[in-house]
Protein backbone atom coordinates (compact mmCIF):
# COMPACT_ATOMS: atom_id res chain seq x y z
CA UNK A 1 0.00 0.00 0.00
CA UNK A 2 1.43 3.44 -1.26
CA UNK A 3 1.42 6.54 0.91
CA UNK A 4 1.16 10.45 -0.61
CA UNK A 5 1.17 13.69 0.20
CA UNK A 6 -2.53 15.50 -0.48
CA UNK A 7 -4.09 18.84 0.07
CA UNK A 8 -7.86 17.90 -0.05
CA UNK A 9 -10.32 15.58 -0.99
CA UNK A 10 -13.05 17.11 -2.31
CA UNK A 11 -16.29 15.51 -3.13
CA UNK A 12 -19.49 16.39 -5.45
CA UNK A 13 -17.35 17.89 -7.75
CA UNK A 14 -18.92 19.20 -11.26
CA UNK A 15 -15.44 20.94 -12.70
CA UNK A 16 -13.11 18.14 -12.83
CA UNK A 17 -14.77 15.39 -15.67
CA UNK A 18 -17.93 14.23 -16.32
CA UNK A 19 -20.93 13.53 -14.46
CA UNK A 20 -20.14 13.66 -10.29
CA UNK A 21 -16.72 13.37 -8.78
CA UNK A 22 -14.49 13.24 -6.31
CA UNK A 23 -11.14 14.99 -6.55
CA UNK A 24 -8.23 13.79 -5.51
CA UNK A 25 -5.87 16.91 -5.14
CA UNK A 26 -2.64 15.52 -4.93
CA UNK A 27 0.60 18.03 -3.85
CA UNK A 28 4.16 19.23 -5.13
CA UNK A 29 4.10 20.41 -9.15
CA UNK A 30 7.56 20.42 -11.44
CA UNK A 31 6.06 23.48 -13.01
CA UNK A 32 6.17 27.18 -11.05
CA UNK A 33 3.33 28.78 -13.15
CA UNK A 34 3.40 32.65 -12.40
CA UNK A 35 -0.37 32.49 -11.82
CA UNK A 36 -0.88 29.42 -9.96
CA UNK A 37 -4.30 29.99 -8.08
CA UNK A 38 -3.01 27.15 -6.09
CA UNK A 39 0.47 27.92 -4.82
CA UNK A 40 -0.02 26.03 -2.10
CA UNK A 41 0.15 23.01 -4.05
CA UNK A 42 3.62 24.21 -5.32
CA UNK A 43 5.71 22.58 -2.78
CA UNK A 44 6.56 19.09 -1.80
CA UNK A 45 6.84 19.59 2.03
CA UNK A 46 3.81 20.78 4.08
CA UNK A 47 2.99 24.20 3.87
CA UNK A 48 1.86 26.81 6.92
CA UNK A 49 -1.00 28.99 5.90
CA UNK A 50 -1.92 32.40 8.12
CA UNK A 51 -4.89 34.28 7.46
CA UNK A 52 -4.48 37.32 9.32
CA UNK A 53 -8.06 38.48 9.03
CA UNK A 54 -9.20 35.29 10.99
CA UNK A 55 -6.57 35.49 13.98
CA UNK A 56 -8.58 36.56 17.02
CA UNK A 57 -4.88 37.14 19.28
CA UNK A 58 -5.33 34.52 21.58
CA UNK A 59 -1.31 33.51 21.85
CA UNK A 60 -2.07 29.99 21.92
CA UNK A 61 0.40 29.58 18.51
CA UNK A 62 2.81 31.27 20.70
CA UNK A 63 2.78 28.87 23.28
CA UNK A 64 2.94 25.91 21.22
CA UNK A 65 5.32 26.60 18.55
CA UNK A 66 8.57 24.40 19.17
CA UNK A 67 11.00 26.70 16.99
CA UNK A 68 9.28 30.27 18.17
CA UNK A 69 8.77 31.18 14.79
CA UNK A 70 5.93 33.32 15.80
CA UNK A 71 6.41 36.67 16.83
CA UNK A 72 4.03 40.18 17.84
CA UNK A 73 6.03 43.00 16.53
CA UNK A 74 4.78 46.48 16.05
CA UNK A 75 1.01 45.17 16.86
CA UNK A 76 1.74 42.52 14.04
CA UNK A 77 1.94 38.73 14.16
CA UNK A 78 5.08 37.26 12.30
CA UNK A 79 6.12 34.04 10.69
CA UNK A 80 9.46 33.36 10.76
CA UNK A 81 9.12 31.18 7.28
CA UNK A 82 13.18 30.14 8.32
CA UNK A 83 12.41 28.47 11.44
CA UNK A 84 9.51 27.21 10.62
CA UNK A 85 9.50 23.50 10.47
CA UNK A 86 6.13 22.87 9.33
CA UNK A 87 4.59 20.33 12.29
CA UNK A 88 1.39 21.80 12.41
CA UNK A 89 1.45 22.47 16.03
CA UNK A 90 0.48 25.73 15.94
CA UNK A 91 -2.63 25.09 13.33
CA UNK A 92 -3.52 22.63 15.53
CA UNK A 93 -4.09 24.70 18.28
CA UNK A 94 -5.96 27.23 16.08
CA UNK A 95 -9.97 27.80 17.40
CA UNK A 96 -10.67 30.27 14.51
CA UNK A 97 -8.71 28.75 11.82
CA UNK A 98 -6.46 31.66 10.91
CA UNK A 99 -3.46 28.88 10.82
CA UNK A 100 -3.95 26.24 8.06
CA UNK A 101 -1.85 23.24 6.91
CA UNK A 102 -1.87 22.68 3.06
CA UNK A 103 -0.87 19.21 2.86
CA UNK A 104 -0.81 15.56 4.87
CA UNK A 105 0.24 12.27 4.78
CA UNK A 106 -2.19 9.48 3.48
CA UNK A 107 -2.41 6.05 2.38
CA UNK A 108 -4.09 4.21 -0.29
CA UNK A 109 -6.84 3.09 1.61
CA UNK A 110 -7.54 6.35 3.80
CA UNK A 111 -8.22 8.09 -0.44
CA UNK A 112 -10.02 4.88 -1.18
CA UNK A 113 -12.59 4.63 2.03
CA UNK A 114 -13.59 8.47 1.36
CA UNK A 115 -13.97 8.34 -2.17
CA UNK A 116 -16.07 5.15 -1.75
CA UNK A 117 -18.70 6.80 0.29
CA UNK A 118 -19.84 8.37 -3.21
CA UNK A 119 -20.04 5.84 -5.46
CA UNK A 120 -23.65 5.61 -6.12
CA UNK A 121 -23.37 9.39 -7.24
CA UNK A 122 -20.72 8.46 -9.91
CA UNK A 123 -23.12 5.75 -11.25
CA UNK A 124 -25.97 7.43 -11.54
CA UNK A 125 -24.21 10.77 -13.48
CA UNK A 126 -21.52 8.96 -15.22
CA UNK A 127 -18.74 10.45 -12.71
CA UNK A 128 -16.12 8.75 -10.66
CA UNK A 129 -12.88 10.16 -9.37
CA UNK A 130 -10.27 12.40 -10.83
CA UNK A 131 -6.82 13.09 -9.33
CA UNK A 132 -5.47 16.24 -9.10
CA UNK A 133 -3.18 18.26 -8.19
CA UNK A 134 -0.55 20.21 -7.77
CA UNK A 135 1.13 17.25 -10.04
CA UNK A 136 -0.52 13.88 -10.05
CA UNK A 137 3.28 12.56 -11.96
CA UNK A 138 5.06 14.02 -9.21
CA UNK A 139 3.63 10.78 -6.82
CA UNK A 140 3.71 8.20 -9.72
CA UNK A 141 3.44 4.85 -7.44
CA UNK A 142 0.58 6.58 -4.94
CA UNK A 143 -1.52 7.29 -7.96
CA UNK A 144 -1.14 3.82 -9.58
CA UNK A 145 -1.85 2.26 -6.88
CA UNK A 146 -5.50 4.54 -6.07
CA UNK A 147 -5.77 3.94 -9.55
CA UNK A 148 -5.74 0.08 -9.50
CA UNK A 149 -7.74 0.17 -6.53
CA UNK A 150 -10.61 1.95 -7.93
CA UNK A 151 -10.68 -0.03 -11.21
CA UNK A 152 -11.10 -3.58 -8.93
CA UNK A 153 -14.04 -1.69 -7.21
CA UNK A 154 -15.31 -0.66 -11.61
CA UNK A 155 -14.87 3.35 -10.47
CA UNK A 156 -13.49 5.33 -13.87
CA UNK A 157 -10.98 7.31 -13.27
CA UNK A 158 -9.02 10.60 -14.65
CA UNK A 159 -6.49 12.76 -14.20
CA UNK A 160 -5.53 16.46 -14.41
CA UNK A 161 -1.78 17.03 -15.54
CA UNK A 162 0.41 19.32 -17.45
CA UNK A 163 2.06 16.23 -18.72
CA UNK A 164 5.55 17.41 -18.55
CA UNK A 165 7.54 14.07 -18.10
CA UNK A 166 8.56 11.79 -20.51
CA UNK A 167 5.82 9.61 -22.13
CA UNK A 168 7.75 6.37 -21.60
CA UNK A 169 8.12 7.04 -17.73
CA UNK A 170 3.99 8.08 -17.27
CA UNK A 171 2.66 5.55 -19.86
CA UNK A 172 1.71 2.70 -16.85
CA UNK A 173 -0.55 5.69 -15.10
CA UNK A 174 -1.84 6.63 -18.35
CA UNK A 175 -2.85 3.03 -19.50
CA UNK A 176 -4.84 2.90 -15.74
CA UNK A 177 -7.08 6.40 -16.53
CA UNK A 178 -10.10 6.63 -18.62
CA UNK A 179 -9.53 10.16 -19.44
CA UNK A 180 -6.89 12.78 -19.36
CA UNK A 181 -7.79 16.19 -19.02
CA UNK A 182 -3.76 18.11 -19.79
CA UNK A 183 -2.66 21.87 -19.54
CA UNK A 184 -1.49 23.15 -23.07
CA UNK A 185 -0.67 26.80 -21.96
CA UNK A 186 1.66 28.18 -24.16
CA UNK A 187 2.69 26.65 -27.54
CA UNK A 188 6.03 29.03 -27.82
CA UNK A 189 8.80 27.30 -25.59
CA UNK A 190 10.81 29.88 -24.66
CA UNK A 191 7.54 31.87 -23.29
CA UNK A 192 6.49 28.46 -21.48
CA UNK A 193 10.02 28.16 -19.90
CA UNK A 194 9.53 31.95 -18.95
CA UNK A 195 6.26 31.66 -17.44
CA UNK A 196 6.02 28.03 -16.00
CA UNK A 197 9.82 27.23 -15.56
CA UNK A 198 10.55 23.93 -18.01
CA UNK A 199 10.15 23.01 -21.35
CA UNK A 200 6.67 22.28 -23.22
CA UNK A 201 8.48 19.65 -25.28
CA UNK A 202 7.27 16.99 -23.56
CA UNK A 203 4.04 17.98 -23.09
CA UNK A 204 3.36 18.74 -26.98
CA UNK A 205 5.01 15.37 -27.45
CA UNK A 206 2.98 13.39 -25.01
CA UNK A 207 -0.27 15.15 -26.71
CA UNK A 208 0.50 13.21 -29.97
CA UNK A 209 1.37 10.20 -27.58
CA UNK A 210 -1.95 10.13 -26.15
CA UNK A 211 -3.95 10.61 -30.06
CA UNK A 212 -1.56 7.40 -31.17
CA UNK A 213 -2.81 5.36 -28.54
CA UNK A 214 -6.28 6.94 -28.57
CA UNK A 215 -6.51 7.62 -24.80
CA UNK A 216 -9.91 10.21 -24.35
CA UNK A 217 -8.35 13.64 -23.90
CA UNK A 218 -9.30 17.30 -23.10
CA UNK A 219 -6.84 19.94 -23.83
CA UNK A 220 -7.28 23.15 -21.52
CA UNK A 221 -5.73 26.60 -21.63
CA UNK A 222 -5.90 29.07 -19.03
CA UNK A 223 -6.45 32.15 -19.85
CA UNK A 224 -4.03 34.40 -18.13
CA UNK A 225 -3.83 38.49 -18.91
CA UNK A 226 -0.98 39.22 -21.01
CA UNK A 227 0.67 35.60 -20.89
CA UNK A 228 -1.69 32.54 -22.75
CA UNK A 229 -4.62 34.39 -23.93
CA UNK A 230 -3.31 36.17 -27.22
CA UNK A 231 -5.21 34.89 -30.69
CA UNK A 232 -1.67 33.57 -31.60
CA UNK A 233 -1.34 31.38 -29.05
CA UNK A 234 -4.82 29.79 -28.43
CA UNK A 235 -4.91 29.21 -32.40
CA UNK A 236 -1.48 27.62 -32.44
CA UNK A 237 -2.98 25.51 -29.87
CA UNK A 238 -5.83 24.73 -31.48
CA UNK A 239 -4.34 23.82 -35.17
CA UNK A 240 -2.06 21.27 -33.42
CA UNK A 241 -5.37 19.38 -32.23
CA UNK A 242 -7.14 19.37 -35.74
CA UNK A 243 -7.81 15.97 -36.46
CA UNK A 244 -6.85 14.86 -33.85
CA UNK A 245 -9.83 11.76 -32.61
CA UNK A 246 -9.25 11.56 -29.42
CA UNK A 247 -9.49 14.98 -28.16
CA UNK A 248 -13.17 15.59 -26.75
CA UNK A 249 -12.46 19.29 -26.41
CA UNK A 250 -10.55 22.26 -26.29
CA UNK A 251 -11.50 24.33 -23.33
CA UNK A 252 -10.24 27.61 -22.57
CA UNK A 253 -10.50 28.34 -18.66
CA UNK A 254 -11.56 31.81 -17.46
CA UNK A 255 -8.53 33.24 -15.04
CA UNK A 256 -9.41 32.39 -11.41
CA UNK A 257 -8.06 35.22 -9.14
CA UNK A 258 -9.02 32.75 -5.70
CA UNK A 259 -5.43 32.29 -5.07
CA UNK A 260 -4.84 35.64 -3.82
CA UNK A 261 -5.40 34.79 -0.36
CA UNK A 262 -3.58 31.81 -0.59
CA UNK A 263 -0.01 33.80 -1.55
CA UNK A 264 -1.14 36.30 1.37
CA UNK A 265 -1.32 33.50 3.37
CA UNK A 266 2.08 31.69 2.69
CA UNK A 267 3.11 35.41 2.59
CA UNK A 268 4.40 35.24 -1.08
CA UNK A 269 3.94 37.83 -3.82
CA UNK A 270 1.28 37.21 -6.18
CA UNK A 271 1.80 38.41 -9.66
CA UNK A 272 -1.66 38.58 -10.93
CA UNK A 273 -2.69 40.47 -7.89
CA UNK A 274 -5.75 42.42 -8.94
CA UNK A 275 -6.63 40.89 -12.55
CA UNK A 276 -10.04 39.81 -12.96
CA UNK A 277 -11.76 37.24 -14.80
CA UNK A 278 -12.72 38.02 -18.40
CA UNK A 279 -16.23 38.93 -18.99
CA UNK A 280 -18.34 36.26 -20.50
CA UNK A 281 -18.79 38.26 -23.55
CA UNK A 282 -14.73 38.65 -24.26
CA UNK A 283 -14.76 35.08 -23.92
CA UNK A 284 -17.34 34.46 -26.65
CA UNK A 285 -15.34 36.47 -28.99
CA UNK A 286 -12.11 34.61 -27.98
CA UNK A 287 -14.08 31.45 -29.25
CA UNK A 288 -15.54 32.93 -32.10
CA UNK A 289 -12.13 33.90 -33.29
CA UNK A 290 -11.08 30.11 -33.30
CA UNK A 291 -14.60 29.12 -35.31
CA UNK A 292 -12.41 28.43 -38.44
CA UNK A 293 -10.11 25.66 -36.84
CA UNK A 294 -12.08 22.34 -36.86
CA UNK A 295 -12.13 21.56 -32.49
CA UNK A 296 -14.78 21.61 -30.45
CA UNK A 297 -14.30 24.62 -28.49
CA UNK A 298 -15.78 25.13 -24.89
CA UNK A 299 -15.52 27.63 -22.43
CA UNK A 300 -15.06 26.81 -18.86
CA UNK A 301 -14.91 28.45 -15.35
Not at 203 to 232: A, H, Q
Request: some cysteine.
Amino acid sequence: MAKGLITDIQRFSLNDGPGIRSTVFFKGCNMHCTWCHNPETISMKNNLLFYSQKCIGCGKCFEVCPVHAHERKNGMHLIHRDKCISCGKCAEECYPQALAMAGKEVDTDFVIKEVLQDRLYYKNSGGGVTLSGGEVLMQMDFAKDICKRLRDEGIEVAIESNMSLPFDTIKELIDMVDLVMMDVKIFDDTNHKKYTGVSNANVIENLKKLNEINKPVIVRTPLIPGVTDSLDNLKNIAKLLEGMENVICYELLNFNPLGDSKYKGLNEENAFEGEKPFKDSHLEEIKDSLKDINVNIKIGG
